[in-house]
């Protein structure tokens, strides 16, 4: 067994140590046991120690996670997002349109989706291969568990707080095809079928005789009048109804897949805790078994070359620099390992520093700019008989929080969605021996050895 590494990090609520025990390959056996082991909770796992310096004297050993089951947690918030988006579209979309008189065209999205089954299933296929998308899945193999932090490498290590974030890769989809499952969408539209001619529009017509030629309603073929204060209550009633309903099973899934991924987390104060716009954050280290962080170590040289001699402890130091209050090592390098990526558990016991998989919730305001369309419909009349022209009427906009939906039927009408919801949000950030942890305030839950 290697030296014990300790490595002190602080928040305005907590300090870190850091004790890697064990070597990767003997890491899942060892999950196994780590239950029996009666000194402290974890002893036998490969584990980094926290110390909490808001008031409390208490140290928290918290094991190390190979980094596959942290791209799979990656992977399913992203899948999760995806899943919540698009049912709330389409939910949207298929509430709008339950016409009683468009029955069997395609302008009927509740009858072609939800009660028809085969054709549903095969317009859906259909529309995936002409558009290029697929059905939402979770995809660990596009996750990159790159280091957060800001863009500048500025000298000074931070006393705590939020450090800047990579983009997580949740993108809005702007595909206009379902993705998910219709039952999912289907179940939050109502049933009731409702003749939409004269009670949510007044159809344009265009009549058309021989001899005479043709005569139409004004702007034909938009409708004679909309009642735009019944469409849009329509579509709020369908979006309420999904985002509760939505809102809760993303809720479900996430922590499912938390619990599932990071058995052993620390979460201090919880990204179920939320307080403003932000959850607290639950977290683990992680590293990668077979691989290696060298290739991170020769870019870091770039920016200082006295980084590999420095972290191999060949590099004679300052002792009236080398120790700052209480923090081993040379501040101006200390601070070049927030740029580590991940290593294996050999990288970051030796390197002084380490990685840890951090996940919380946090208010984002987003943009869904795929339109809400109602499909009306215009009557070209013959003599005999009036057929039904669709004509594309683009909504008022949709507004969404965490607690319901807002559609007002006043104001522009472009379909979009505004989505000010609370996301899960996942990040990576590199710690180096004796400095702070970002991202951590509150108290710790989960794990206490020792006080």
Same mark, same amino acid.
């Given at each position: 067994m290697k030296r014990p590494l300790k490595m002190l990090g602080c928040t305005a609520a907590a300090t870190l140590?850091?004790?890697?025990?064990?070597?990767?390959?003997?890491?899942?056996?060892?999950?196994?046991?780590?239950?029996?082991?009666? $000194?402290?909770?974890?002893?036998?796992?490969?584990?980094? #120690?926290?110390? +909490?310096?808001?008031?409390? /004297? =208490?140290?928290?050993?918290?094991?190390?996670?190979?980094?596959?089951?942290?791209?799979?947690?990656?992977?399913?918030?992203?899948?999760?997002?995806?899943t919540y988006q698009d049912t709330l579209h389409w939910a949207m979309m298929v509430g709008l349109n339950n016409n009683l008189t468009a029955l069997g065209t395609p302008h009927d999205l509740r009858f072609m989706n939800c009660t028809l089954q085969l054709p549903a299933n095969l317009t859906i296929a259909a529309g995936q291969l002409l558009t290029g998308s697929t059905w939402v899945k979770a995809d660990p193999g596009k996750v990159s568990l790159k280091v957060s932090n800001p863009g500048e490498r500025a000298k000074k290590l931070?006393?705590?707080?939020? $450090?800047?974030?990579?983009?997580?890769?949740?993108?809005? #989809?702007?595909? +206009?095809?379902?993705?998910? /499952? =219709?039952?999912?969408?289907?179940?939050?539209?109502?049933?009731?079928?409702?003749?939409?001619?004269?009670?949510?529009?007044?159809?344009?017509?265009?009549?058309c005789l021989p001899l005479i030629g043709c005569i139409s309603s004004p702007n034909y073929p938009q409708p004679i009048s909309v009642n735009?204060?019944?469409?849009?209550?329509?579509?709020?009633?369908?979006?309420?109804?999904?985002?509760?309903?939505?809102?809760?099973?993303?809720?479900?899934?996430?922590?499912?897949?938390?619990?599932?991924?990071?058995?052993?987390?620390?979460?201090?104060?919880?990204?179920?805790?939320?307080?403003?716009?932000?959850?607290?954050?639950?977290?683990?280290?992680?590293?990668?078994?077979?691989?290696?962080?060298?290739?991170?170590?020769?870019?870091?040289t770039k920016t200082d070359p006295r980084f590999p001699v420095y972290l191999n402890g060949l590099l004679p130091m300052d002792p009236g620099t080398a120790f700052q209050k209480s923090k081993p090592?040379?501040?101006?390098?200390?601070?070049?390992?927030?740029?580590?990526?991940?290593?294996?558990?050999?990288?970051?016991?030796?390197?002084?520093e380490a990685a840890f998989f951090q996940t919380w919730q946090q208010l984002d305001t987003?943009?869904?700019?795929?339109?809400?369309r109602y499909w009306a419909k215009a009557l070209q009349c013959s003599l005999f008989a009036c057929t039904p022209i669709p004509v594309l009427l683009p909504t008022p906009v949709a507004f969404v929080t965490p607690a319901t939906c807002t559609v007002p039927a006043g104001g522009p009408r472009t379909g979009s969605t505004n989505i000010n919801q609370f996301r899960y949000r996942w990040g990576v950030v590199s710690v180096p021996e004796g400095y702070a942890v970002p991202n951590v305030t509150g108290t710790p839950v989960l794990r206490v050895d020792k006080e």
């Open positions: 140590f850091l004790l890697p025990v064990a070597h990767a390959e003997a890491l899942l056996s060892l999950i196994e046991k780590g239950g029996k082991d009666t $000194n402290s909770v974890n002893r036998t796992l490969p584990f980094v #120690e926290l110390r +909490d310096t808001a008031g409390r /004297d =208490r140290e928290y050993s918290v094991p190390y996670v190979p980094d596959q089951m942290a791209k799979n947690a990656a992977a399913d918030f992203v899948a999760n997002w995806k931070p006393a705590g707080g939020v $450090n800047g974030w990579r983009d997580d890769g949740v993108k809005l #989809e702007a595909y +206009d095809v379902p993705r998910v /499952d =219709r039952n999912k969408y289907c179940q939050y539209s109502s049933t009731a079928f409702m003749p939409d001619e004269f009670t949510q529009y007044v159809p344009g017509v265009r009549q735009w204060g019944s469409l849009a209550a329509r579509l709020q009633e369908a979006c309420a109804a999904a985002n509760k309903g939505e809102t809760t099973e993303y809720q479900k899934q996430n922590l499912a897949s938390l619990t599932k991924n990071f058995p052993t987390a620390i979460h201090w104060n919880g990204a179920m805790t939320v307080t403003g716009v932000r959850s607290g954050t639950s977290m683990a280290p992680i590293y990668t078994p077979l691989g290696s962080n060298l290739t991170s170590v020769a870019n870091i090592g040379v501040p101006d390098l200390e601070v070049l390992k927030r740029y580590l990526e991940m290593g294996n558990l050999d990288e970051q016991e030796s390197q002084g987003l943009n869904d700019f795929r339109p809400l």
